[in-house]
Structures are given as structure tokens and as C-alpha cells.
């Protein structure tokens, strides 16, 4: 793995690292919670930054250039978007899209979630 250097990388809520300063992220397992899903140690730093963001969407950045980045975050939006509009459709009309035609609207909309992060 190859840090991608000289990138700005977003922890979330307004906040940046550059990405050759990071020197280690941990996933927060207890009080977790929104605006509390990762800790990141930063170079000269003495204590870590809590970042809001999860720790494969801050890897994900580091290790991808900027412009590729953009297009993963601007993927990952659509398809939270598709899995939080597959989640609406009525049970009994995702029950007849599966007899009918064997899709799984429910898997869908749940891989859809797991590959957005």
C-alpha cells in the first residue's frame, strides 16, 4: 500500500490532515457514535483526532489519489442514496419483484449500504 502524499483528507465535519502526516487509524469500538466512528493520530500531535468519518472511507482516501477519491465519494453518495430509496419500496411490492423476476430488493438495498460504508 502507497500513501497517496500532499492530499488533504477529510475527518469529517469541516476537518483535514494532510495525508503524509497521518501515522495511524483506529476505528473507535466503545462510545461510538455519530461524529465518533475513528481515531486518527497525526504527526507532532501528542493525542489523536476523533474524525466522524469510519476507517475505511479515511483509508480508502489515503491510499487513493484526489481525483479518484472524488469520483469513490461521489459513487459511495449515490449509492447510499439507492440503497435509502430501495429501503421505501413497500414490502409487498419488493415481495412480488422477488416472485416475479427473483430480485432481491432487500439484498440490494443491504449491499448497496455495505459498499457505500
Given at each position: 500500500m502507497t500513501i497517496q502524499s500532499d492530499q488533504l483528507i477529510s475527518l469529517g465535519?469541516?476537518?483535514?490532515?494532510?495525508?503524509?502526516e497521518?501515522?495511524?487509524?483506529?476505528?473507535?469500538i466503545e462510545e461510538r457514535g455519530p461524529g465518533r466512528r475513528t481515531l486518527v493520530w497525526v504527526r507532532g500531535l501528542p493525542e489523536p483526532l476523533t474524525a466522524?468519518?469510519?476507517e475505511k472511507a479515511i483509508t480508502d482516501d489515503l491510499l487513493t489519489?484526489?481525483?479518484?477519491?472524488?469520483?469513490?465519494h461521489e459513487m459511495r453518495?449515490?449509492?447510499?442514496s439507492i440503497s435509502?430509496?430501495?429501503?421505501e419500496v413497500p414490502a409487498v411490492l419488493r415481495r412480488i419483484v422477488r416472485e416475479e423476476s427473483g430480485?432481491?430488493?432487500e439484498e440490494l438495498a443491504r449491499e448497496a449500504s455495505r459498499v457505500a460504508g
Amino acid at each position: 500500500m502507497t500513501i497517496q502524499s500532499d492530499q488533504l483528507i477529510s475527518l469529517g465535519y469541516g476537518r483535514f490532515v494532510r495525508s503524509d502526516e497521518v501515522v495511524a487509524i483506529e476505528p473507535i469500538i466503545e462510545e461510538r457514535g455519530p461524529g465518533r466512528r475513528t481515531l486518527v493520530w497525526v504527526r507532532g500531535l501528542p493525542e489523536p483526532l476523533t474524525a466522524s468519518r469510519s476507517e475505511k472511507a479515511i483509508t480508502d482516501d489515503l491510499l487513493t489519489r484526489a481525483d479518484d477519491a472524488a469520483h469513490l465519494h461521489e459513487m459511495r453518495g449515490a449509492l447510499r442514496s439507492i440503497s435509502h430509496r430501495l429501503g421505501e419500496v413497500p414490502a409487498v411490492l419488493r415481495r412480488i419483484v422477488r416472485e416475479e423476476s427473483g430480485v432481491d430488493v432487500e439484498e440490494l438495498a443491504r449491499e448497496a449500504s455495505r459498499v457505500a460504508g
